[in-house]
């Protein structure tokens, strides 16, 4: 009976008896759902236009934040240090066309996927020996003051990084959808070599979602750098984006978006009103649960397509 | 290549019976109302243009589809809904339109993996790889050899199958579903992209199948001279409706065939 | 010119399906087999038993494990960590409870639990595939992971949430505990990475490995022909995990003598993938290759500034390691994506044909 209290009752009752507080759960685990959308959207970028699952996306998160540090620590001003940031990612997805795509074209998904296990070591390792490995701060001069709306908490910065997301979004969305080169992309999904022999440039195509990938990287690096610093752990997120991907499909951009939010508040209702009952801490592992049990229901995730098998 | 008619066929009762069976996919009707049956040890063939619902219905028989509605009955049992794994255990093997070997294992393996259903010793002893279990890798290692043998493929025994051409890769299909002794085998355009020789190659064995294993054979081909060479009878589909069934003769002198091939507007 | 098979003909089935039918490849087996129990305790120090060859024979026991689910039946799975603390705590727990069972007994009991943990967490790969099962299996790393450290009874509610591993006998010599040398400890390791190794050689080179490397190339093609997909793949991932759990046993009891959950982290896991990529998917002697390489190459690392007489910061040094671990890995998935088991294969067909290749 006291478990079944903890687990079915008390929880709801808390919610009812303080929606403000609720609310306030549910606006912050939004905006940490944000910064899951915006990882998860790197993902879906890469795996959407060359097939490849992306293992190393966090790591390029971190290490476009650690490099943006790094230059403004030099004293090089914020929007030349930017500049400079993106210019590195786009040098850096040129690199890893060059040095590692391009060797591996027709590979097994599977042989992708660990490359980019491995990219990612690479990369963690280069970014923290060229800027060093300790805790940076981050300051962008975005505003993050808080302020009332109806009694409920809101934070500047939160806001600010939500309306960044948003327009990432509408602008790949529209770059996918509207553009030659979105269409060439997604012709490259489909198959390498058909996209080749009807004379798609496959690498400048990979260069370029590459490079796509590295500034969306650049500015959930700069998101999450802000908020808690830039350090090693940027690079944990990739993990927490794989539930996100699940549950949104790895092809679909709303999708990245919507699953985002979903874990984020999700994971964070949970923590606060379930967690208790389990010794608390079960942030992480909820979003993988979560995302199993859905698997469950729609294998195929929220937005992918539903796949017929023939033989 | 003709089919040495002088031979008595014995053909026995009705193997397989397959009821007004239909099936849709997100409205498009690939198989509307058929019904044939297949008698022990014949040939049967299946044509039609293509989409014409040919390997639905093989997909239908094996258990990989379930059809909407229709009455499937194997060997005077109708059939429940059932796993797809199920039909192989009831003795119907198949082959496919587009190769599907386990491309990373050899030849041997391959048609090894086709007795898998014969195998019967545990985990416990397959750990040991003594005993029984020895013994019983041994046995169906001879059987298998006698179908390497039979198929002529003695030299690539060992070759990883994803390396060997495609008229090689068909013929291991065929000795996978083989070594699985089935009463019925299913094959999916056994000759598609074949040259001449390779067909005649494979005509002789599926009559050798037919007459020295014994197995009834239910086959989809677009080689029209093959078709009417090897079959013992012709089950013709159009746009997912049975148009016509018969020996080949009956069959080749039929109009609504030569419409379908010819190409008559269907209004 | 004298590694060739010429001469040596197979007369019956039962010696041409010998693991290895070439006669120099058994003695060189042999040879490697007498080396390792009979030379290396008498030769190696405390330090290289204790820092590299112990950790590197558990390591090749969770590789071969974990190779056979994903390089044999196609599961890829980033939960071997977590499957290896179900052993761990497994084997903490059932020997604290009942002493007087003979800890080899409880060594494979514990890997009995990780099989059905194993089993568990494999039930979703009837609907999903591929990197959506990878998250299943993640699922399962911090899932277990967390229950180990927020449970007190997984490990006996001692104050440092840590496990120890209490000492304990066979045959009257001490195997575990503080006071089990590290040969001894070594003896241990080797005779399970050994027999583990033949018996999972003998698996995959029989039905049920037939059957996982069918679901594997093509899981439609296997079901059809009457493969029961569920029933092969939870085989895989009960045997693969019995393999990591008894992997994660021996390195609380055998190697490290006592752990807390950190010791079995995502971390571990990605390193027994690495450890099989490198080696080869689908190759038991690959397993045990890339986990000498996995386990070698920090150590050399690590030792290296200090030969040539360069100081060198330790994260500094970790940092290189992850280059140089990326760049590798990079580098061997371009040059042979199947690792060193292939290059290994590659070599010898070169060897047979030498000094005359034509």
Known sequence: MELLNILFVAPFVDITSSPVFFAEVVIGGLMTGVMYSLVALGFVLIFKASGVFNFAQGAMVLFAALTLVGLMERGVPIPLALAGTVLVMIALAMLIERMMLRHLVNQEGIILFMATIGLNFLLEGAGQIAWGSNVKVLDLGIPNQSFEVAGILLNQFDLFAAAIAAVMVTVLAVFFQKTTIGRALRAVADDHQAALSVGIPLKTIWVIVWSVAGIVALVAGIMWGAKSGVQFSLSLIALKALPVLILGGFTSVPGAIIGGLIIGVGEKIAEIYWGPAFGGAIEGWFAYMLALAFLMFRPQGLFGEKIIERV | ?267 | MFYRESGQFKTSYQKDQQVFPIAQDRIFIALLLVVAFAVVPFVADEYWLQAVIIPFLIFSLAAVGLNLLTGYAGQVSLGTGAFMAVGAYATYKITTAFPEINIVIVFLMSGMVAAGVGIVFGLPSLRIKGFYLAVATLAAQFFILWLFNKVGWFFNDSPSGTITAPPRTLFGIMISGPEATAEVRYFVSLTFLVVFTVIAKNIVRGRIGRSWMAIRDMDIAAEIIGIQPLKTKLMAFAISSFYCGLAGALSVFAWLGGAETEAFSIAISFQVLFMIIIGGLGSIMGSIMGAAFITLVPIFLTNMPAMFGIPMATDLSKHIEEIVFGGLIVFLLIVEPHGFARLWQIGKEKLRQWPFPY
């Open chain 2, 1 to 267: 290549m003709a089919q040495d008619m002088t031979k008595p066929r014995n053909i026995g009762d009705v193997l397989l019976n397959v009821e007004n069976i239909s099936i849709a996919f997100g409205g498009v009707k690939a198989l509307d109302g058929v019904s044939f049956d297949v008698r022990e040890h014949e040939i049967l063939a299946i044509i039609g243009p293509n989409g014409a619902g040919k390997s639905s219905m093989l997909n239908c028989i094996n258990g990989f589809y379930h059809p909407q509605d229709g009455i499937i009955t194997f060997k005077g049992t109708p059939r429940q809904r059932m796993q797809t794994h199920e039909a192989a255990a009831q003795g119907i093997a198949r082959t496919f339109q587009n190769i599907a070997l386990f491309k990373g294992m050899s030849t041997l393996d391959n048609i090894m993996t086709g007795r898998n259903l014969k195998m019967k010793k545990n985990l416990l002893w397959q750990a040991l790889y003594f005993g029984p279990a020895l013994t019983e890798e041994l046995e169906h290692r001879a059987k298998v050899e006698e179908i390497i043998d039979f198929l002529e493929i003695e030299a690539i025994r060992k070759t990883p199958v994803g390396k060997l051409p495609y008229g090689l890769q068909k013929r291991v299909e065929l000795g996978r579903a083989l070594a699985a002794e089935p009463d019925l085998l299913l094959l999916d355009e056994p000759m598609a992209g074949m040259n001449h020789e390779e067909k005649e190659d494979m005509c002789r064995y599926i009559l050798d199948v037919n007459d020295e294993f014994g197995a009834t054979i239910v086959l989809i081909e677009h080689d029209m001279s093959v078709v009417m060479d090897i079959s013992d009878r012709v089950v013709v589909l159009d746009y997912g409706r049975k148009i016509a069934a018969g020996t080949p003769d009956e069959v080749r002198a039929n109009q609504d065939v030569i419409d379908a091939y010819l190409g008559v507007s269907h209004d």
